[in-house]
């Protein structure tokens, strides 16, 4: 069963309220920019410097082709080499041999910064794809969290519903409890929308703005924060806590945020090499031709490199 279809039979069965049905919803459909747009500077201007860079060796080899052939002066004939003045002759050479000799010199002045610059620019590319995978990487993580939101947001309700339904009449006190326990629940489906929309919203270029960045940890910080307190609530029903379900989605979520906090650090990894390639020289003047932009670093608050962290009984 999918997300959608899962929250569709909640909001049925009278599990989620029709907001914190709406709140899932939104959260799950936002989801779909998670590894969809690149950042513009992989787009048209790219596409220009490979072309700048095939017309440039077109051009260096045409004019290797045109010295070779036109080399002389206009007009005179090539008058035949006179073998007997350099034959045998100490640190002497024929005609051809100094003609190759010019030519070779300035193939060689005229290739190698073509060569060099190439490998650069290749380099860079290599790492800016490298950001991308781990960025993406990222966001495949979060997805999976997502995804796991509302089998948890599913699993609780039911379990408040079956309590309700059994005990009728409770005490004040457990009534109070269950209110949290569902308040919680609210709370963690809008953080989630939250995130979910803001990185909708900006799309592949959210790596490149970092304020924009800044704002999705913060967000995301606060799915995570969620987590932690509805799971904490939870402690407070332990039949709740030893059912099956409940116990497959507390470990699947605490492995999910493993991954989130790994996928963060390796994203990060792969911005420094990046950042710090395009602003050494050489690397920075053909950053600057290439258009390669600095790219931001995920700098999530204090304490979300942490999992959730809870111990089975």
Known sequence: MDSEERVRRMEEDGLVS??????????????????????????????????????????????????????????????????????????????????????????LLLALPLVLWTWLYNSLVSKEEAVLEAWAQTESTYQRRTDLIPALVETISRYLKHERETLGEVSATRGEANAALSEAVEKLAAAEAKASRMGSERGGGLIEDETALAQLAAAESAVETGLKSVIAIAEDYPEL????????????????ENRINVARLRFNEKVRAFNAAIRHLPGSLVAGIGNFRRKAYFQAEEGTDRALGLEYD
């Open 18 to 107: 029709p907001e914190q049905a709406a709140l899932l919803r939104e959260s799950l459909g936002n989801r779909a920019y998670r590894g969809a747009a690149a950042p513009a500077s992989l787009g048209p201007t790219h596409a220009t410097v490979r072309w700048l860079l095939i017309t440039c060796t077109a051009l260096v080899l045409m004019a290797l082709v045109g010295w070779f052939v036109f080399l002389g002066e206009p007009g005179v004939p090539e008058l035949p080499q006179d073998v007997a003045q350099t034959l045998n002759q100490p640190e002497e050479l024929g005609l051809m041999n100094r003609t190759i000799s010019v030519v070779l010199a300035v193939a």
């Open 241 to 256: 806590r030893s059912s099956d379900q409940f116990l497959e989605l507390q470990a699947q979520l605490e492995g999910t």
